[in-house]
Structures are given as structure tokens and as C-alpha cells.
């Protein structure tokens, strides 16, 4: 099964807006793509799910092209308290190979 | 409306023993999921099961370890004969419908340390 992959690391400024990427090129058909952002020593805490197109919360946007090989977490303004890991979250592959992925996680730096 | 409850927060064993941890989903939630998390490292899936039955268990190990969620009571992680390799953060989550990719709610995971 392909890995579902994202960038180690991204650092920003506070203010900024803060785009993470996640690369599931094996996702299930059915299944949704749902992020978490888990602070050291806690579970991890539910962002947004969404299936194609755009989702839009209080908090973050979530962007899934056509194909849904990808998608993007897009958090507006962030503030000090973002610094957090941020995974994705897929079903991977197909019929009895299927398994829910975490992504390999993404830790983001806010500093003022 | 109580989250997710896991207990014991911290755990220490010997090489050999057993671990057993518990999960107390969300009230009104059926399905409960395990993941391990080793140090510095991501998630990953182990089981995922519903009152009385195992859906997936395609992440767990074959050997020394089982998960159940009986009709009354929280769901169990058990493993048998610790190695320092299982030493680990397990977390578990809850969600109230069947599809996989639900959302899911997390606990504040249980850190099982082996000597």
C-alpha cells in the first residue's frame, strides 16, 4: 500500500495563513479524509472531514480535488497555540487490503 | 457528556507480564478504535470493533495481543507477555455510526511503559 505522506515540518508566523498538504494516492472510494491536531501527550482532536470539493468550519477549510489522491488543511489566522502535530486521516487501498492510514503527521511552529 | 475515558493513564510492566487497558467510549457510541503511538512517531491502526465483534484487526500484532468490547463494560486492549517494544502511548476512540472513516473521539491514551 502506497504510504500517506505530509511534510515533517512547516513553521509560521502568527497571523498567517497556514496551508498543510496530504498525499493519500491509494484512498479508498467511499471513504472520507479527516484531519486531527494532536498537542503533546493528548489524543489527538478532530478538525474537519470532508469527501471532495471544499468544507468549511469555524476553524479550518478543507480543499480535495477531483481525483482526492490529495488534500490540503487550510488554517486562516493562525495563533500561538496552533503549534501542534496535524494528521490526516484515509482509508487506504481496497476490498480486504483496505486499512485506515494516519498520515505521517506535519509539526507546525507558530512564533510571533 | 463525558469524552472518551481511558484508564489507567500510565501504566509500568515487567518484561513478561500483562497489560490490559480500557476504553469507556462516548455515551451513545458502538464503535471503538485502538491506535499505538511509539515515540516521535505517528499513529497507527490496530482494531476497530463494534459491540461483541471485531471489524478490522488488520494492524494488530498476530501474536500477545487481542482487543474486545463486550456488550456491557469498556472495551479491553490486552497484552500478553510484555517486551520493551511494546512500550508505547495507546490511545482509543469512539464514534457513534458504522462507516470507518467517521469522525472519530479520542481519549487521552494510555502510556505503557515496560522495564
Known amino acids: 500500500l502506497a504510504k500517506t505522506t505530509q511534510p515533517i515540518s512547516m513553521d509560521s508566523y502568527e497571523g498567517q495563513e497556514v496551508n498543510i498538504t496530504c498525499s493519500h494516492n491509494?484512498?479508498?472510494?467511499?471513504?472520507?479524509i479527516t484531519w486531527y491536531q494532536q498537542f503533546p501527550s493528548q489524543g489527538p482532536r478532530f478538525i474537519i472531514q470532508?469527501?471532495?470539493t471544499k468544507v468549511t468550519n469555524e476553524v479550518a477549510s478543507l480543499f480535495i480535488p477531483a481525483d482526492r489522491k490529495s488534500s490540503t488543511l487550510s488554517l486562516p489566522r493562525v495563533s500561538l497555540s496552533d503549534t501542534a502535530v496535524y494528521y490526516c486521516?484515509?482509508?487506504?487501498?481496497?476490498?480486504?487490503?483496505?486499512?485506515?492510514?494516519f498520515g505521517t503527521g506535519t509539526r507546525l511552529q507558530v512564533t510571533l | 457528556n463525558a469524552g472518551v475515558m481511558q484508564n489507567p493513564r500510565h501504566l509500568v510492566r515487567r518484561r513478561g507480564q500483562e497489560a490490559r487497558l480500557r476504553c469507556s467510549p462516548m455515551k451513545g457510541h458502538s464503535h471503538v478504535y485502538w491506535y499505538r503511538q511509539l515515540p516521535e512517531e505517528g499513529l497507527k491502526f490496530m482494531v476497530y470493533?463494534?459491540?461483541?465483534?471485531?471489524?478490522?484487526e488488520s494492524g494488530m500484532p498476530k501474536e500477545r495481543f487481542s482487543a474486545e468490547f463486550p456488550k456491557e463494560g469498556p472495551s479491553i486492549l490486552r497484552i500478553q507477555q510484555v517486551v520493551r517494544g511494546d512500550s508505547a502511548a495507546y490511545f482509543c476512540?469512539?464514534?457513534?455510526?458504522?462507516?470507518?472513516?467517521?469522525?472519530?473521539?479520542f481519549g487521552p491514551g494510555t502510556r505503557l511503559t515496560v522495564l
Open positions: 491509494n484512498i479508498a472510494t467511499n471513504d472520507y
Open positions: 470532508g469527501y471532495k
Open positions: 476512540a469512539s464514534s457513534p455510526f458504522g462507516s470507518r472513516t467517521d469522525t472519530q473521539y
Open positions: 470493533l463494534q459491540k461483541e465483534n471485531i471489524i478490522d
Open positions: 486521516l484515509v482509508g487506504e487501498g481496497t476490498g480486504t487490503a483496505s486499512k485506515l492510514t
